[in-house]
């Protein structure tokens, strides 16, 4: 160390001492500076989600999907001075948030906790908290992805593994999440071949009163878009309403409600308790029609989209 350095050094130790009339104050600790991170997520004093999900959204071939059957318009069909209730929620008989993990298996999620749904309402309406009364993401994504666990799949695929082949339950054939090469045995072919769908329809996703139709009538709706980093990293129930950010994935969530209050829709996501509020989230109508790809709705013989 030079003689100034020496200097300026001992000049830092004592100053303190001199401007506090000679009575020694120690210096103070080093601080570690820790990079900031962005401003937008610390919204709602919540801390930063910096993890990237998993999506795996494989949207419709654009020419089939021109000819897949739709659900009519709901102003179509509705007298014109009906009015849409102001808010519903379907969340109450959808199992809690799962976690897809490491798998492109958002698909496989959001068909198979909609099939639940369906079940869990023919059944009186409890909700699904047990593997016998949840059916598996694993039964349909690991018959249907196009690749390794990396890959990712289409929603009217796993809606056709659902018609033809039906869904098993958790109990029968569990989510592994580091195994998705498994394939269904006797015992879980059977299990599903119980629990059928009888079709699906599409709906118009620039039309959201033909969502809260659905919704209102008792049907979730499988919903198909494109996400960003700020959707990744929703916490709490903050409404997403980004409309700027540039894509980063294609993912598949279900909306299960909508509030004209929030003038959102509420969804149910597959990225874990953790993510959003406790793992549902918010969509402004704003965001859902920039961010929409493909919407469907599950036919049952005893629940058909109106």
């Given at each position: 160390?030079n003689k100034l350095k020496i200097v300026?050094?001992?000049?830092?130790?004592?100053?303190?001492?001199?401007?506090?009339?000679?009575?020694?104050?120690?210096?103070?600790?080093?601080?570690?500076?820790?990079?900031?991170?962005?401003?937008?997520?610390?919204?709602?004093?919540?801390?930063?989600?910096?993890?990237?999900?998993?999506?795996?959204?494989?949207?419709?071939?654009?020419?089939?999907?021109?000819?897949?059957?739709?659900?009519?318009?709901?102003?179509?069909?509705?007298?014109?001075?009906?009015?849409?209730?102001?808010?519903?929620?379907?969340?109450?008989?959808?199992?809690?948030?799962?976690?897809?993990?490491?798998?492109?298996?958002?698909?496989?999620?959001?068909?198979?906790?909609?099939?639940?749904?369906?079940?869990?309402?023919?059944?009186?309406?409890?909700?699904?908290?047990?593997?016998?009364?949840?059916?598996?993401?694993?039964?349909?994504?690991?018959?249907?992805?196009?690749?390794?666990?990396?890959?990712?799949?289409?929603?009217?695929?796993?809606?056709?593994?659902?018609?033809?082949?039906?869904?098993?339950?958790?109990a029968v054939f569990p989510y592994e999440?580091?195994?998705?090469?498994?394939?269904?045995?006797?015992?879980?072919?059977?299990?599903?071949?119980?629990?059928?769908?009888?079709?699906?329809?599409?709906?118009?996703?620039?039309?959201?009163?033909?969502?809260?139709?659905?919704?209102?009538?008792?049907?979730?709706?499988?919903?198909?878009?494109?996400?960003?980093?700020?959707?990744?990293?929703?916490?709490?129930?903050?409404?997403?309403?980004?409309l700027t950010s540039p894509r980063t994935?294609?993912?598949?969530?279900?909306?299960?409600?909508?509030?004209?209050?929030?003038?959102?829709?509420?969804?149910?996501?597959?990225?874990?308790?953790?993510?959003?509020?406790?793992?549902?989230?918010?969509?402004?109508?704003?965001?859902?029609?920039?961010?929409?790809?493909?919407?469907?709705?599950?036919?049952?013989?005893?629940?058909?989209?109106?």
């Amino acid at each position: 160390m030079n003689k100034l350095k020496i200097v300026a050094y001992t000049l830092s130790l004592l100053l303190p001492a001199i401007l506090l009339g000679g009575q020694a104050v120690p210096p103070p600790d080093p601080v570690e500076l820790i990079p900031a991170a962005p401003a937008e997520m610390y919204r709602n004093n919540l801390p930063p989600v910096l993890e990237k999900h998993a999506t795996g959204y494989i949207p419709e071939n654009p020419e089939k999907y021109l000819v897949m059957p739709q659900v009519p318009h709901y102003r179509d069909i509705s007298p014109p001075e009906s009015v849409l209730a102001p808010e519903a929620d379907l969340s109450a008989m959808f199992p809690k948030p799962g976690n897809q993990g490491k798998q492109n298996s958002c698909v496989a999620w959001a068909t198979a906790y909609t099939r639940s749904y369906h079940e869990a309402r023919k059944q009186g309406g409890s909700k699904p908290s047990d593997p016998e009364h949840i059916f598996s993401p694993a039964f349909i994504y690991n018959q249907v992805k196009v690749g390794g666990c990396d890959s990712g799949s289409s929603i009217s695929e796993s809606l056709g593994l659902m018609k033809k082949a039906g869904v098993a339950t958790e109990a029968v054939f569990p989510y592994e999440e580091n195994n998705c090469s498994r394939l269904p045995d006797d015992r879980a072919l059977t299990d599903a071949s119980h629990f059928r769908i009888d079709g699906w329809k599409k709906l118009d996703t620039q039309e959201i009163d033909d969502i809260k139709g659905q919704i209102i009538a008792g049907n979730p709706v499988i919903f198909g878009m494109y996400v960003s980093d700020s959707f990744d990293r929703l916490r709490g129930d903050q409404v997403y309403d980004d409309l700027t950010s540039p894509r980063t994935g294609a993912h598949v969530v279900v909306l299960v409600g909508y509030s004209e209050t929030r003038q959102a829709f509420k969804l149910l996501n597959s990225w874990g308790e953790n993510w959003g509020d406790k793992g549902m989230g918010w969509i402004s109508y704003g965001a859902l029609k920039k961010w929409a790809e493909n919407a469907f709705v599950i036919e049952l013989a005893s629940t058909q989209p109106h």
